[in-house]
């Protein structure tokens, strides 16, 4: 009996189980068991789960929303092409565009607070990449995602693009502060 | 259907080949070869681009080769030789004629021509949309056509195969079951066309879309649909390559399966489970339920994983107990140590098991857990894992068959052997550090699909660390050094080609030897222990659980560091 010839025992299923493969099964599958669960267990006790809060959107429903929360709550402006940056409160719905090839507009939270991040593209995929912490989100056009963020650090963060868009691509960075 | 069928046995492997079947797989593999060839040229490009200190190309040509380059290697290298092992597994394994070859001629035809067309799309420019082609970003019509036609072409080379097998039972050419290589070549079909039908339901409206017919293709619907395509194509990888580990053990050691009901049923789990990792690509997603998430990206409660941790133990498992046998008994690892290690067959396959199990294998559990993406979703980690699963694991594999094909169904004296030696450790072992590398500059958050990680000329650019730097200047090394690995297959087996010593042909017959029937054994044993013959592998087999649990947990402690997402 080969791997490349028929079985030589027509009955093969009826073939005795080695103990190495036996244990090994039992193993794998405990350990799989093991993976499987975690998951399921991170939701109840984790603290990092992303939410499936998802909208219908167009892009002009989006961009007003946003345009809103700007005109409500610009702290200042930044860079000369006077971004602004917005300092909306604690809990708070937080509207960041993603669109060829920029974020906007630069945001402001506070450490331990927690804001209701909305994301959406205006035109093709974008990819939401938060560093340095290292926490990447799909930006899908036509769908607004909210999620709930709760920063545990302080310091300037960016958010850099990371599905291809594009041949700008590579120069679509946001900024976020945490005070 | 074919006019003269012949078959010739070959006096080196003892395989029969008939006429059409051979012309066809050489055909196939060739073609496949052809496409290794221009996708490892375009390597240089991305390699030298993505190296920091030489950043090579400018945008639009990086993105256009990287485009090309991921077609042309995840897509049409792989699937020509696939093509080829399809029609092993059926006609040569099984000793029958190949069922309609000139319909399998026609799916030749239409992968070629669908492949060419979709080069010369992304050759003229307009068409730099990466393989996934995510929607609203649109390609040039020809960009998709040329993706549909290949797409049937390896569609009709399925049933192709399907109808060999047919004629094989029809014509009595073997008794009891068919063997493990082409049960697990079955796997492989099946998962295809299920892939491919799913390609065709989401690339058909986006061609439509390209020419104006249709208004829109929603961009979720399409990722969703897109990746039963594009993720299951990998599917049918996993299932020909470790295919082809169990009939190089079959061949390099006459080793037999450890029990074949076992590794049948570990097959049969791949059917059953491995199409819904292709979920693992949303999760990072809006619009998808988390229940969806955890049990689709689990494959269901990882029994693919476990179907791929079988393999892992009973491929191994099996030449030690062959190795045993040859009286290679003393101590663990004396059985792995007098392997052998000069023969590049051998020496391939090994080095594509454990690269595929530790890197390719380890990773892939991280980016398919629900929570442990959103640390690694579209960072280079991912082009990390897939490299150490579709080039070390299927591209290995096939080079290291391709080195046993070379006299057998090519009938040339491989030239250079010394060279093909080397070639496994050169290609294999850059491929794990390029992949290990790859990962690390992933986990500080690096992007994949990127022309310039310096960000020149954004309003507001973030600094990489500088160990992300160092770390994407060893991908662009390790990435040359592979480069050179593959340059070196491709001369040995193209120069065999041209230049290698003409072998004989051995006896041609019109009609086919059947496969002699096997000596029934007297008493089938039921269901119970055989021993434990295969100490050496579970042994290693352990240190592969203490890695992955280890390295499953310092994961989600790194997790847990970064903000609170709820």
């Not at chain 2, 295809?192 to 829109?216: D, N």
Request: net charge positive; with cysteine; hydrophobic share 50%.
């Amino acid at each position: 009996m080969s791997a490349i010839l028929p079985p030589s025992e027509r009955l093969w299923w009826k073939h005795p189980l080695d103990k190495v493969e036996g244990a090994w099964i039992a193993i794998a599958f405990v350990w799989c068991m093991v993976m499987f669960f975690m998951m399921v267990g991170w939701h109840i006790y984790g603290k990092q789960n992303l939410s499936p809060e998802t909208y219908r959107t167009k892009p002009e429903m989006f961009a007003a929303k946003a345009q809103a929360m700007v005109d409500k709550y610009t702290v200042r402006t930044e860079t000369n092409d006077k971004i602004p940056v917005v300092h909306p409160p604690e809990g708070s719905d937080v509207y960041l565009i993603a669109r060829l090839w920029s974020w906007w507009p630069i945001i402001e939270l506070e450490k331990g607070k927690s804001y209701r991040l909305h994301l959406t593209s205006m035109d093709y995929n974008h990819g939401f990449s938060l560093q340095p912490t290292n926490i990447n989100i799909q930006v899908v056009p036509g769908y607004e995602h909210v999620v709930k963020v709760t920063p545990n650090q302080s310091g300037q963060f960016s958010v850099v693009c990371n599905e291809y868009c594009g041949i700008n691509h590579s120069t679509m960075v946001g900024r976020v502060y945490v005070k | 259907m074919s006019s003269t069928v012949t078959y010739r046995t070959c006096p080196r492997s003892g395989l029969q080949f008939e006429g059409q079947a051979e012309k066809l797989m050489i055909a196939n593999a060739f073609v496949a070869v052809v496409f290794l060839l221009i996708g490892g040229i375009l390597a240089i490009g991305v390699a030298l681009t993505r190296w920091p200190a030489v950043h090579w190309l400018a945008a639009d040509t990086f993105y256009q080769v990287l485009t090309a380059h991921g077609i042309d290697m995840l897509i049409f290298w792989i699937i020509f030789f696939e093509v080829a092992v399809l029609y092993f597994c059926s006609s040569t394994l099984l000793r029958c004629r190949i069922a309609t070859p000139k319909i399998a001629w026609l799916a030749f035809a239409l992968m070629l021509i669908g492949a060419v067309t979709n080069n010369v799309a992304v050759l003229q420019g307009s068409s730099s949309v990466m393989m996934t082609s995510y929607v609203p970003m649109m390609a040039a019509p020809s960009f998709y056509l040329g993706l549909i036609l290949f797409a049937v072409g390896a569609l009709v080379a399925c049933f192709v195969f399907f109808g060999t097998l047919v004629i094989a039972k029809r014509d009595k050419t073997y008794q009891g079951s068919v063997p493990l290589v082409t049960f697990g070549a079955i796997t492989a079909a099946i998962i295809a066309v299920f892939t491919i039908t799913s390609g065709a339901i989401i690339l058909i409206p986006t061609f439509l879309m390209s020419v104006g017919i249709v208004k829109e293709v929603d961009a979720l619907a399409y990722r969703t649909i897109w990746w039963a395509f594009g993720h299951s194509s990998q599917q049918i990888n996993v299932a020909a390559h470790i295919s082809i580990w169990y009939a190089v053990a079959a061949i390099a050691f006459g080793a037999k399966p450890m029990s074949e009901r076992v590794s049948r049923g570990a097959f049969l789990l791949y059917i059953l489970f491995l199409q819904l990792a292709s979920a693992h690509h949303l999760l990072a997603d809006p619009g998808v339920s988390t229940a969806w998430k955890v049990v689709n990206t689990s494959y269901f409660m990882y029994f693919a994983v476990l179907a791929s941790m079988i393999h892992g133990l009973t491929i191994p498992g099996a030449i030690e107990v062959a190795q045993r046998k040859k009286g290679l008994t003393k101590g663990l690892f004396e059985w792995l140590r007098k392997a052998p290690w000069g023969n590049p067959v051998f020496a391939g396959m090994f080095i594509s098991l454990i690269g595929f199990g530790f890197l390719g294998g380890i990773s892939g559990v991280m980016m398919g857990t629900e929570q442990l993406n959103m640390i690694i979703h579209n960072t280079i980690y991912v082009p990390g894992h897939f490299h150490a699963t579709v080039v070390v694991g299927t591209t290995l594999s096939f080079m290291a068959l391709t080195y046993f094909l070379l006299p057998v169904l090519f009938r040339r004296e491989m030239i250079n052997p010394g060279l093909a030696k080397l070639q496994p450790y050169l290609f294999g072992l850059s491929m794990y550090f390029f992949c290990l590398v790859m990962m690390g500059a992933g986990t500080l958050g690096v992007s994949r699909r990127n022309w310039d990680m310096a960000m020149a000329g954004a309003t507001l650019p973030y600094e990489w660390p500088g160990a992300a730097y160092l770390m994407m200047g060893l991908v662009g090394i390790a990435g040359i050094a592979a480069i050179a690995g593959g340059a070196i297959y491709i001369y040995i087996t193209v120069g065999s080609l041209l230049w290698g010593k003409k072998l004989d042909s051995g006896a041609v017959s019109p009609r086919f030897t059947p496969i002699p029937p096997t000596a029934p054994t007297a008493v089938v044993q039921g269901y119970g222990s055989a021993g434990f013959a295969a100490p050496g592998t579970f042994a290693l087999a352990m240190v592969f659980l203490a890695a992955f649990v280890l390295y499953y947990f310092i994961n989600w402690k790194y997790l847990s560091q970064v903000w609170g997402l709820s």
